[in-house]
């Protein structure tokens, strides 16, 4: 009788081991994964993909300390802003069908009000005109209406599916937040605020003093699935070195820009406020930039402070020499009447003249002008001279 031999299975044990506890994502488990006080500073960079609802991105900006005026932004997309968006998404899904469709932004009333027309073309025939089928009219308010073109189609006044399908899209753009607009809104100034030094394409470095905007940024990139990258750089000189080299070459870069930009300033026979903000606001940064990069990486800087502020002087002188209004034999007419010796009165502040009407000639904006930039200032009196002129006064700044 022949006998095999059983395998009796072994059975595993039960695994006694406890949970581990689910990560719960705040602020106190970002930020202590930071170093404050060590180290360098930071390099950080991002990848922001996704949508996300306003109200979402303020609780998770609320929740990581960023700046109140950035959180105050936060909010739905202006209504131009989404319809062109609208009309770019719409016209990528719908202009290559068989029977082509786009969307065309016909009439803007600013960021409020926007009017869409819905075309189509005949496929067989793509040297005909585009018909318009719908007009979506659009504004921030009252949301969206669309109305049909009368004369389209066999069902007169009938909304065709695009028109419909446009709202759809366009209220998606208005009511979600892309990851551009979260670092146009958010990243991009706390970054600037702390100072950002490009290393490399979206690549950032940020000094230790700083430490609390990465921080901020962290939590809020955690809490909306934001991948965001920092990691901490030692404070030797090889680090410190790479990183001034990056500094310097991107304020050097930036003023070959505004020098760049006030080329075409002296072409122009004004400039905008507009552009003269952007560069001024531009040089500011720069020079802050300069000294920051000084202090921390403990490098000199004069050299770029004194070239930040001679193209500064450049743009002030060519601001002055557009906006003015007279001419230089005005300037030096007005300066040999503000000789002490025709004054009415001479006290501590300056002198006071007194002057008939008729003695200024085509007074206009220009005297205004010349006036103060001799730090000088006027206004007529209820006063007559005897043939019945107002007199004007004038008087140096320091008497306001």
Same mark, same amino acid.
């Given at each position: 009788?022949?006998?095999?031999?059983?395998?009796?299975?072994?059975?595993?044990?039960?695994?006694?081991?406890?949970?581990?506890?689910?990560?719960?994502?705040?602020?106190?488990?970002?930020?202590?994964?930071?170093?404050?006080?060590?180290?360098?500073?930071? =390099?950080?960079?991002?990848?922001? =993909?996704?949508?996300?609802?306003?109200?979402?991105?303020?609780?998770?900006?609320?929740?990581?300390?960023?700046?109140?005026?950035?959180? *105050?932004?936060?909010?739905?997309?202006?209504?131009?802003?989404?319809?062109?968006?609208?009309?770019?998404?719409?016209?990528?899904?719908?202009?290559?069908?068989?029977?082509?469709?786009?969307?065309?932004?016909?009439?803007?009333?600013?960021?409020?009000?926007?009017?869409?027309?819905?075309?189509?073309?005949?496929?067989?025939?793509?040297?005909?005109?585009?018909?318009?089928?719908?007009?979506?009219?659009?504004?921030?308010?009252?949301?969206?209406?669309?109305?049909?073109?009368?004369?389209?189609?066999?069902?007169?006044?009938?909304?065709?599916?695009?028109?419909?399908?446009?709202?759809?899209?366009?209220?998606?753009?208005?009511?979600?937040?892309?990851?551009?607009?979260?670092?146009?809104?958010?990243?991009?100034?706390?970054?600037?605020?702390?100072?950002?030094?490009?290393?490399?394409?979206?690549?950032?470095?940020?000094?230790?003093?700083?430490?609390?905007?990465?921080?901020?940024?962290?939590?809020?990139?955690?809490?909306?699935?934001?991948?965001?990258?920092?990691?901490?750089?030692?404070?030797?000189?090889?680090?410190?070195?790479?990183?001034?080299?990056?500094?310097?070459?991107?304020?050097?870069?930036?003023?070959?820009?505004?020098?760049?930009?006030?080329?075409?300033?002296?072409?122009?026979?004004?400039?905008?406020?507009?552009?003269?903000?952007?560069?001024?606001?531009?040089?500011?940064?720069?020079?802050?930039?300069?000294?920051?990069?000084?202090?921390?990486?403990?490098?000199?800087?004069?050299?770029?402070?004194?070239?930040?502020?001679?193209?500064?002087?450049?743009?002030?002188?060519?601001?002055?020499?557009?906006?003015?209004?007279?001419?230089?034999?005005?300037?030096?007419?007005?300066?040999?009447?503000?000789?002490?010796?025709?004054?009415?009165?001479?006290?501590?502040?300056?002198?006071?003249?007194?002057?008939?009407?008729?003695?200024?000639?085509?007074?206009?904006?220009?005297?205004?002008?010349?006036?103060?930039?001799?730090?000088?200032?006027?206004?007529?009196?209820?006063?007559? *001279?005897?043939?019945?002129?107002?007199?004007?006064?004038?008087?140096?700044?320091?008497?306001?």
């Amino acid at each position: 009788m022949t006998t095999t031999n059983q395998i009796t299975p072994v059975r595993p044990k039960p695994d006694t081991t406890p949970p581990r506890p689910k990560l719960v994502v705040s602020e106190d488990t970002v930020s202590g994964t930071i170093e404050r006080d060590y180290g360098l500073g930071h =390099t950080v960079c991002w990848i922001t =993909t996704g949508r996300w609802m306003p109200d979402t991105v303020k609780d998770a900006a609320i929740k990581g300390g960023i700046d109140q005026d950035l959180i *105050d932004d936060i909010g739905e997309i202006p209504a131009r802003t989404a319809a062109l968006r609208a009309k770019d998404n719409f016209n990528r899904k719908n202009t290559k069908k068989d029977v082509p469709r786009k969307a065309e932004i016909v009439k803007s009333g600013g960021n409020d009000q926007v009017e869409v027309a819905i075309l189509e073309r005949d496929n067989e025939n793509p040297k005909r005109p585009w018909k318009l089928t719908n007009t979506v009219y659009v504004n921030n308010d009252k949301g969206t209406k669309t109305t049909p073109n009368p004369d389209y189609g066999q069902i007169i006044g009938a909304i065709t599916p695009e028109g419909s399908e446009f709202e759809a899209i366009y209220h998606n753009e208005k009511s979600t937040l892309t990851g551009n607009d979260i670092y146009t809104t958010i990243i991009k100034p706390t970054t600037e605020r702390a100072r950002r030094i490009p290393m490399a394409r979206g690549l950032y470095f940020i000094s230790k003093k700083y430490t609390d905007k990465v921080v901020s940024l962290k939590v809020l990139c955690r809490l909306l699935g934001i991948r965001f990258k920092s990691l901490t750089l030692m404070n030797d000189q090889d680090t410190k070195e790479t990183v001034q080299i990056d500094a310097r070459e991107e304020i050097e870069k930036n003023i070959t820009k505004v020098k760049e930009a006030l080329k075409v300033w002296e072409g122009k026979d004004n400039i905008q406020q507009r552009s003269q903000d952007r560069v001024l606001e531009e040089l500011a940064e720069l020079l802050s930039l300069a000294e920051e990069v000084r202090v921390t990486l403990e490098v000199e800087t004069e050299d770029l402070i004194k070239a930040i502020e001679l193209v500064k002087d450049k743009a002030d002188d060519i601001i002055d020499g557009k906006n003015n209004l007279y001419t230089p034999e005005q300037l030096v007419a007005w300066q040999a009447f503000l000789n002490p010796s025709n004054a009415d009165e001479v006290t501590s502040n300056g002198c006071t003249f007194i002057v008939s009407r008729k003695d200024i000639p085509g007074f206009s904006e220009a005297d205004h002008q010349c006036l103060m930039k001799l730090d000088h200032y006027m206004f007529a009196l209820d006063d007559l *001279d005897g043939e019945g002129n107002n007199l004007i006064m004038v008087q140096d700044c320091k008497e306001i």
